[in-house]
């Protein structure tokens, strides 16, 4: 596996966030019926209720 570099997306200008990558359990995909799904372990969506992300320069919470 590569390792993670951020890369900005239509960057407006500074950005002072400090980007981090989170190491959390990581989703897998699972074949069933002839379709692929993913599936997301429980500890990751919680964790991920729990991470503040700035959205145009403020931290909001999803």
Do not use: I, N, S, W
């Not at 002072?16 to 372990?41: I, K, M, Q, W």
């Not at 320069?57 to 999803?62: I, S, T």
Request: hydrophobic letters at 40%.
């Amino acid at each position: 596996m590569t390792e993670f570099v951020y890369a900005p997306v239509r960057q407006r200008g500074p950005d002072a966030y400090a980007y981090v990558r989170l190491v959390l359990p990581a989703p897998v995909r699972v074949e069933a019926v002839g379709r692929t799904f993913l599936t997301v372990p429980g500890d990751t969506l919680g964790a991920l209720g729990h991470v503040r992300v700035p959205l145009h320069g403020q931290g909001r919470r999803f």
